[in-house]
C-alpha cells in the first residue's frame, strides 16, 4: 500500500474513533458499563475486609444510588457541571445515610465525574472544592478509614483525575485558539485578495468607460473596443471573486490557480487596452517560487498598475522582474505626479507590505527624485 492510501486510511480512522468517542452513544456505553460493574459487585457479593463493598440495603442501592452515580455520566460532555453535582451529591448523602462504598465502581465513576467536570469546561475552582469535599464527606463515613492518611490517600487520586482533565482542556484550547487564528488569518487573506481584485478591475473599467464617452460619435470601433475591455476585464473580475468566493464554501470545487508571474502578460494586456502604455523588462533566469510568493509578485505587480491608472497623469509605466540568486525583485515605475502620500492612505499598499512581509520580503514605494512613483518589492525564492 502506498504512502497516500496509509495516510488516507489512518485519516479515516481516526475520524471514526474521535466520531465514536466524542458521541453521547460513547457517554451512554461508558455509564452502562460502571453502572453494570457496580450491580455486579452489589449482586455478587462482593467484600473487603469481611464487609459489603456497598453498606446498606441492597435494594437501595441498586434502585437509588447506582444509578444516581452512573447515569448523569451520559451528560459529563454536554452538561458537565450538572453531571458533576449530581455524582458528588450522591457520594454525600449515600455516605452520610448508608456510609462509605468501598466499591472499585464507586471510586471510578468518582474519579470520571472529577476529571470529565473540568476536561469540558466546568469552573476549575468550585470542582476542587466540591470534589475534596465529598471525597473527604466519604472517606471519615468509611469505617475502613483508619486515620488521615486514607483521606488525603484518595484526595490525591482526585487530585491527579483533576490535574489530568487541566491538562486535557488546556490542549485543546490551544487547538481552539489555533483554529480561530487561522480562520482569521484566511479571511484577512481573502479580504486582500478581494480588495486586489477589485481594485484593479474597478480601474480599468473607469478609465475605459471615459475614453469611451469622448468617443462616443467620434470613433465607432475604438468605443466598441472599449466596451469589449471593460467586458473583459469584468468577467476576468468576477472569476477571480467567484473563486475566492468558494474557499468560503465547504464544498469542492473545480478552482482555477492562483496567479503569478506567469500571468503579468494578461494583467499588462489589460493596463495596455485601457490606453497607458506598459513595459516589461525580465532579468535572470526565471526559477520555481513558491505558490503564495508567486501570488504575491504578482499582486504587486497589479498593485503598481493600479495605482499608475488610477491616479491621473502617468504616461508609461515601466516593469521589471529580475531574478536573483535568492529570490526575485519587482519594480513598477510610473512617469505620473509623485504626490507623497498616492497610494498609502488606502488599503493596497498596506495590504501589499503585509502579504511581502509575512514571507521575509520588504517593500518601498514614494516619489523617485527624476519624477514619477515607484514601488518596489524583495521576495525570497521560498517561505
Do not use: C
Not at 200 to 218: E, I
Not at 220 to 244: F, G, P, Y
Not at 324 to 352: F, K, N, Q, W
Amino acid at each position: 500500500m502506498r504512502n497516500a492510501d496509509l495516510r488516507a486510511t489512518f485519516s479515516v480512522v481516526k475520524r471514526a474513533i474521535a466520531l465514536l468517542t466524542g458521541s453521547v452513544w460513547a457517554d451512554a456505553a461508558l455509564a452502562a458499563a460502571l453502572a453494570a460493574l457496580a450491580e455486579f459487585e452489589l449482586w455478587s457479593g462482593s467484600s473487603y475486609q469481611g464487609s459489603p463493598v456497598f453498606p446498606g440495603p441492597r435494594l437501595a442501592t441498586a434502585l437509588a444510588v447506582i444509578p444516581l452515580m452512573t447515569v448523569p455520566l451520559v451528560l459529563r460532555r454536554r452538561r458537565p457541571s450538572l453531571a458533576f453535582a449530581v455524582v458528588m451529591a450522591t457520594i454525600v448523602w449515600s455516605s452520610l445515610a448508608l456510609g462509605g462504598a468501598e466499591a472499585t465502581s464507586f471510586f471510578l465513576v468518582a474519579l470520571v465525574a472529577v476529571y470529565s467536570a473540568v476536561a469540558n469546561g466546568a469552573p476549575r475552582a468550585p470542582v476542587a472544592v466540591v470534589a475534596t469535599v465529598a471525597i473527604a464527606v466519604h472517606e471519615l463515613r468509611d469505617p475502613h478509614v483508619h486515620g488521615i492518611g486514607d483521606v488525603v490517600w484518595a484526595i490525591g487520586f482526585a487530585a491527579i483525575s483533576y490535574l489530568f482533565g487541566v491538562a486535557v482542556r488546556g490542549r485543546e484550547r490551544r487547538s481552539q485558539d489555533g483554529a480561530r487564528a487561522a480562520v482569521v488569518d484566511e479571511r484577512a487573506r481573502i479580504a486582500r485578495e478581494l480588495h486586489d481584485i477589485v481594485a484593479h478591475a474597478v480601474s480599468v473599467v473607469v478609465v475605459q468607460a471615459q475614453a469611451g464617452q469622448r468617443l462616443v460619435g467620434v470613433d465607432d470601433d475604438a468605443t466598441r473596443q472599449s466596451l469589449v475591455s471593460i467586458e473583459e476585464t469584468s468577467r476576468t473580475a468576477l472569476n477571480e471573486m467567484r473563486r475566492l468566493l468558494g474557499l468560503l464554501r465547504e464544498n469542492e470545487t473545480s478552482l482555477q490557480p492562483n496567479p503569478g508571474l506567469d500571468s503579468i502578460d494578461a494583467l499588462v494586456d489589460q493596463v495596455r487596452d485601457a490606453g497607458l502604455p506598459v513595459s516589461v523588462l525580465v532579468e535572470g533566469e526565471p526559477m520555481q517560487l513558491a505558490a503564495g510568493i508567486e501570488l504575491s509578485a504578482f499582486r504587486v505587480v497589479q498593485e503598481g498598475l493600479t495605482n499608475a491608472l488610477k491616479h491621473a497623469g502617468a504616461t508609461s509605466v515601466a516593469v521589471l522582474i529580475r531574478y536573483t540568486a535568492d529570490g526575485v525583485e519587482i519594480d513598477v515605475v510610473d512617469d505620473g505626479p509623485g504626490t507623497r502620500t498616492r497610494g498609502e492612505t488606502g488599503y493596497g499598499l498596506l495590504g501589499i507590505r503585509e502579504r511581502v512581509e509575512l514571507y521575509g520580503g520588504a517593500v518601498e514605494s514614494g516619489r523617485r527624485s527624476e519624477g514619477g512613483w515607484r514601488l518596489r518589492a524583495r521576495l525570497p525564492a521560498q517561505a
